[in-house]
C-alpha cells in the first residue's frame, strides 16, 4: 500500500497553465506505475497520463502536447503540468498508483484536486 497526498490546481484562465503534484509514502522505483485521472461532472473516471517504474510515459490523446508528467524520484514524487488549458480539462483529477505489495496488488488513489479552467 502507499499514501498518496496531492497538491496544486484551483482556477485557471483558458490557455493558462498550471501543475499538480503527487507525493507518494514509498519510492517511485518500488511503485508499478503512477498515474493521473481525472472526472468531470456526469462523466466517467478517465485516464490523463502515467508513468511507470521506468519512466515511460504514456498520454491520453485528448492532453498529449499540452501536458507533461514527470518525476523527482528524490522527493517520491510526480507533477502533471498542464499547459494550454481549455475548458474541458476542468475535472477533479486523481493521483493514482498500482504495483504490488507483500504479494497482493494494490491501487491506491489520492483525495482528488479541483481543477477548474474558465473562460
Known amino acids: 500500500q502507499v499514501q498518496l497526498v496531492e497538491s496544486g490546481g484551483g482556477l485557471v484562465h483558458a490557455g493558462g497553465s498550471t501543475t499538480l503534484s503527487c507525493t507518494t509514502s514509498?519510492?517511485?522505483?518500488?511503485?508499478?506505475?503512477m498515474a493521473w485521472y481525472r472526472q468531470a461532472p456526469g462523466r466517467q473516471r478517465e485516464l490523463v497520463a502515467n508513468?511507470?517504474?521506468?519512466?515511460?510515459?504514456t498520454y491520453a490523446d485528448s492532453v498529449k502536447g499540452r501536458f507533461t508528467l514527470s518525476r523527482e524520484v528524490m522527493k517520491n514524487t510526480v507533477h502533471l503540468e498542464m499547459n494550454s488549458l481549455k475548458l474541458e480539462d476542468t475535472a477533479v483529477y486523481y493521483c493514482n498508483a498500482v504495483g504490488t505489495y507483500l504479494q497482493r496488488e494494490y491501487s491506491n488513489w489520492g483525495q482528488g484536486t479541483q481543477v477548474t479552467v474558465s473562460s
Open positions: 508513468i511507470s517504474s521506468g519512466g515511460t510515459t
Open positions: 514509498r519510492s517511485l522505483f518500488s511503485i508499478r506505475a
